[in-house]
């Protein structure tokens, strides 16, 4: 029996020419934020109905030139990821779960139409662009390379229907610590007045659409004093954050998250709830209802709460406002176990503890 294998890309790579020196890259490096710079190169492949996928490059990074008619400026055909690379203490440079993510946006790209790139393909960007990009993951304690890549519809026509036409990109950004002064409980706001995704829709995709939907119910936790919003679906069951799944810890130790098929499956949240398994904690994927959080942490029942995803790993929740009732408080701390659970992810992301389920790959071979 012939077993079929994905052939593999011949890539051209084209240096760039202005790209910033070890003096400006280190000055960068030395005050990252978040999503604020971006790497000398990107990762470009190109797909077409009649094609496939084609055209691999590595190139300087710079601006993406699109017909004004281009579907996704028109039509929103588009999705993307985001994972980090890490440097060890020996220098050498590793990510975490790729082949998740590849899943992850293959299941996107079915929801949205759009082709479904090969998990080789996905691992074998990320590889490329460290082969040319590898001084620019950081190697102070908490920091990291953010890798995003993304695809969208670029071919030129006015119509309803899947694009003949796509690209897929990779580009990098250093990233520094996401609490700068320590990890710190935040608030949330729960929106009331706005859904993130309904039953049949792109909520278990990750599209730029959804985060869009979520910019003005944030602007509106903003405005009452709240980092994060949460969504409810049917106006009573937990959904997710903004940008990250919730978690909640109960008192005899068992691990709570919402199931809903308009949620995001997080692979920070994956990795998290496994680790949870490890330690002989009870976990459970299942509809959670407002009351049950608020009974739960009246009565004592939750005593911790918090938000995952690749950005800040773990971020404690220490209040949850609405507009008729407020659970916890602002001067809440962080819980042990929601502590504890962070610190051993990231220790095996950044090579400090063994890594027991093989999810570490090495990005420069």
Not at 212 to 220: G, I, K, T
Not at 261 to 288: C, F, K, N, P, Y
Request: hydrophobic share 40%; charged share 20%.
């Amino acid at each position: 029996m012939t077993i079929a294998t994905t052939p593999a890309l011949d890539w051209q790579v084209t240096r760039n020419l202005a790209a910033r020196s070890p003096q400006e890259r280190d000055a960068i490096l030395a005050n990252p934020g978040f999503g604020q710079h971006f790497t000398d190169h990107t990762v470009d492949v190109c797909w077409s109905v009649g094609g496939g996928w084609h055209r691999p490059r590595v190139q300087p990074y710079g601006p993406i030139s699109l017909d004004p008619s281009a579907a996704v400026l028109h039509y929103g055909q588009e999705i993307f990821e985001g994972l980090k690379a890490y440097r060890h203490a020996d220098g050498s440079i590793w990510t975490f779960r790729p082949e998740a993510n590849a899943a992850r946006m293959q299941r996107s790209a079915r929801r949205l139409a759009l082709p479904e790139l090969p998990v080789e393909y996905f691992i074998d960007a990320l590889e490329q662009l460290i082969a040319i990009d590898g001084e620019w993951v950081p190697s102070e304690p908490e920091t990291s390379l953010y890798l995003r890549p993304f695809m969208f519809a670029k071919e030129a026509f006015l119509g309803v229907r899947p694009a003949n036409k796509v690209a897929f990109y990779l580009i990098a950004s250093p990233a520094g610590p996401y609490f700068s002064g320590g990890v710190a409980p935040v608030s949330i706001w729960l929106s009331t007045n706005y859904a993130r995704a309904g039953k049949g829709g792109t909520g278990a995709a990750k599209t730029g659409g959804n985060y869009a939907s979520s910019l003005l119910p944030q602007a509106e936790a903003a405005e009452n004093g709240c980092q994060q919003v949460l969504f409810l679906s049917e106006d009573t069951y937990l959904e997710e954050l903004g940008g990250m799944n919730v978690v909640l810890v109960y008192r005899d130790g068992t691990l709570v998250t919402p199931d809903s098929d308009s949620i995001l499956e997080g692979i920070t949240r994956d990795s998290i709830l496994q680790l949870a398994r490890d330690r002989g904690h009870r976990v459970e994927q299942r509809r959670v209802t407002i009351d049950e959080w608020r009974e739960g942490a009246a009565s004592g029942d939750i005593t911790e709460v918090f938000a995952c995803g690749t950005a800040a790993v773990v971020t404690p929740i220490g209040q949850l406002k609405a507009a008729d009732f407020t659970i916890g408080s602002p001067d809440a701390v962080a819980g042990e176990v929601t502590m504890s659970l962070r610190e051993e992810l990231t220790d095996i992301q950044y090579g400090r503890v063994e890594d027991r389920h093989g999810w570490l790959h090495r990005l420069d071979n």
